[in-house]
């Protein structure tokens, strides 16, 4: 945390050959240190002098309008590096691979089972770490060495699939590892080895979803004519990036079952933590201080007690309420006001404001009509820096800031992505929110002079400065982490659809988990079906699974080869047979439901329901009633998705149902 004399000589000594660009609050008779001032027009991120006073403007109102009251604070103890990989197990979903529940390991085995050969070896590195942590610490439990972990995944795949392990080389360390497994229609679609058939587009600007980004990285850096080569200083350019199309469809954040996207989260950090280990960056939480955190309110809540507390009176909400009103307010006055979340609100009108809010906004009683909109941007951006944890997690600040370390800006996009899927939801929803809001304000840049990288600057220092952290930082590093994350902030705003999308490879990922979990539990049926037929009548029992046989063989012949049968139960029409075509996409069959006229049933628009995939190789089918589901994209092409996943069904529904 600043102290004003350091600020003081921050801005000074930046602004010495631009003075009069704007005047200081602060007393100006105060000499600085006599250090020279950083020169970082050689930092990747390169970004001007003239764009960065927004930044350090910003930072000051900051530090003017913090309470120094604050509450008492304590250091918290940092976890040694075994602890850390220990919570990152646990985080990934292998948590029992140790403890007293490692000869239960069949969930792990099936999550070790879909890696690729760089998220298979980062996951090996943290294993390492962990067993030479406890042998240290003689933990009671039974401590497994990595080598039987991986040699007993590595068995039951040779089983099915004769691989073999393939070395793959990191920045740190040589691992041997195992190549993909071919066991379902999934694992047809490459998930971490790049081949001609799945190989890089051919465009700088396009993302490649279909390879693991890790294993991206690791060809680049392994090949030496394709070295990674660190991007040009100049951020005036700021690639058009771009999805190419997939014909089994785009999947966004929220189109997956929970269940599905608690897997797509702990692969995302796998793959996160290979691609940092490839570039040497550092994947660890920053050390925190304690601070006393409110138990209601609204400012410095916790974001989950905020939600909690909003869903009781407005159920479903998803971000908090005083967020949602604080934008829609400012909005109301116009979006063209110049300076907007540049130019600060008066200080002492702002807290009584805030005060004000905290006694009557759930009543209802608080009078908007007087508020000005400055001023209502300055409450936006103290609900986010006030917050107790920051909206980026303390656990993933750090890596949000380090992604300015990556080579590329490709690199840093995808990190990014994968970060976004770690975010807890409601942080993910209420920085989706923050994000479309702040590109509306950029859209009326002719007017409000607010342009994207105006707003990077503002709102940087708001997001990233987080009062919580208790390290220190030097000059040098300052400047460094205000042009980067002012980079990250620019990133978020821009690319933010891209952001949202869920990887290919990912989705494939879970796919060949879910379809490892049925094997496991199909194979467990028989064991307690043979079982049962030692224990009965052998002859009824016979009969009976006969009878199965016969219903399963008459409705399996109800569905030709080449059709699929599609559900609408809220439509006329409840059920249709579609033929499988080449060019045929998901809007094509829910077109052609609604092309069915009915006066019996109330009419639907094409923007109101759309087409799920259901089961097969989505979702595990653990329990019934939590059967894993995707909403598909209009531009999905059927028989590409049929034949990744044969055995789903296909129900067109609204996403309320």
């Not at 003689?138 to 070395?167: C, H, L, M, W």
């Not at 392994?222 to 660190?230: E, F, L, S, T």
């Not at 917050?387 to 980026?392: R, T």
Request: some cysteine; hydrophobic content about 35%.
């Amino acid at each position: 945390m600043f102290h004003s004399i350091k600020f003081c000589f921050l801005v000074c000594t930046f602004y010495s050959r631009r003075s009069g660009q704007y005047t200081m609050n602060h007393d100006n008779t105060k000499k600085p240190s006599g250090k020279p001032p950083y020169h970082h027009s050689g930092s990747q991120d390169s970004l001007d002098e003239l764009s960065m006073e927004d930044y350090w403007k910003e930072l000051e109102n900051i530090h003017e309008t913090r309470d120094n009251n604050r509450e008492e604070e304590v250091l918290v103890k940092e976890p040694d590096e075994g602890e850390l990989e220990e919570e990152w197990l646990k985080e990934a979903g292998l948590s029992n691979l140790f403890g007293e529940t490692t000869g239960d390991s069949q969930e792990s085995m099936a999550v070790l089972a879909t890696l690729t050969r760089t998220q298979a070896a980062a996951v090996q590195k943290r294993v390492e770490t962990v067993t030479q942590t406890m042998r240290k610490k003689n933990k009671q439990y039974q401590v497994p060495d990595v080598r039987d972990i991986f040699r007993q995944q590595n068995d039951s795949k040779e089983k099915a699939t004769d691989g073999e392990y393939q070395p793959v080389k990191m920045r740190e360390n040589k691992t041997e590892t195992q190549e993909e497994a071919n066991e379902d229609p999934a694992s047809n679609h490459h998930i971490g080895d790049i081949s001609p058939t799945n190989a890089m587009p051919a465009s700088d600007t396009d993302i490649n979803v279909e390879t693991s980004f890790s294993e991206q990285a690791a060809t680049l850096s392994d090949n030496p004519a394709g070295k990674v080569a660190r991007d040009q200083d100049d951020d005036t350019l700021t690639p058009d990036f771009r999805l190419p199309k997939n014909k089994t469809g785009t999947t966004k954040i929220g189109d997956l079952a929970p269940q599905d996207m608690k897997k797509v989260r702990s692969l995302a950090l796998i793959e996160l933590t290979a691609i940092f280990d490839i570039f040497g960056a550092e994947l660890k939480p920053q050390k925190t201080i304690k601070i006393k955190i409110k138990e209601s309110g609204l400012f410095g809540v916790p974001l989950t007690v905020l939600l909690e507390q909003d869903q009781k009176r407005v159920p479903g909400t998803r971000i908090p309420l005083i967020f949602q009103k604080l934008i829609s307010y400012i909005e109301e006055g116009k979006l063209d006001t110049e300076g907007l979340l540049r130019i600060p609100g008066v200080s002492a009108r702002v807290k009584g404001l805030c005060q004000e809010l905290e006694a009557k906004f759930y009543e209802g009683t608080f009078n908007w009509e007087h508020v000005k909109q400055h001023d209502a941007a300055s409450l936006l951006k103290l609900f986010i820096r006030e917050l107790p944890q920051p909206l980026f997690t303390v656990e993933y600040l750090k890596a949000f800031q380090n992604v300015q370390k990556l080579p590329t800006k490709k690199h840093q996009l995808q990190a990014l992505n994968l970060l976004v899927l770690l975010l807890p939801e409601g942080n993910r929803d209420t920085l989706k929110a923050l994000l479309e809001f702040l590109q509306r304000v950029i859209d009326h840049r002719d007017k409000n002079k607010m342009t994207l990288k105006n707003v990077a600057m503002v709102m940087a220092p708001n997001l990233f400065m987080f009062h919580g952290l208790g390290s220190k930082s030097s000059e040098q590093s300052e400047f460094v982490m205000a042009a980067g994350t002012a980079n990250i902030m620019l990133f978020l705003i821009k690319y933010q659809n891209l952001l949202w999308t869920i990887p290919t490879f990912l989705v494939n990922q879970v796919r060949k988990q879910n379809a490892e979990s049925q094997r496991k539990e199909k194979k467990d049926k028989a064991v307690k079906k043979l079982l049962k037929k030692m224990a009965y009548d052998r002859e009824k029992h016979e009969k009976q699974d006969k009878g199965i046989a016969d219903i399963k063989s008459v409705n399996d012949a109800d569905v030709p080869q080449g059709v699929i049968r599609v559900q609408a139960p809220h439509l006329s029409k409840v059920s249709m047979a579609i033929q499988l075509t080449e060019e045929l996409k998901a809007s094509d069959v829910v077109a052609r439901f609604l092309s069915q006229k009915s006066g019996t049933v109330q009419a639907v628009k094409k923007d109101e329901v759309f087409l799920y995939e259901i089961g097969g190789n989505i979702g595990n089918n653990e329990c019934i009633f939590l059967t894993g589901e995707r909403c598909l994209d209009d531009n999905t092409y059927m028989k590409d998705l049929y034949q990744l996943n044969p055995n789903a069904e296909w129900v067109i529904k609204s996403k309320n149902c």
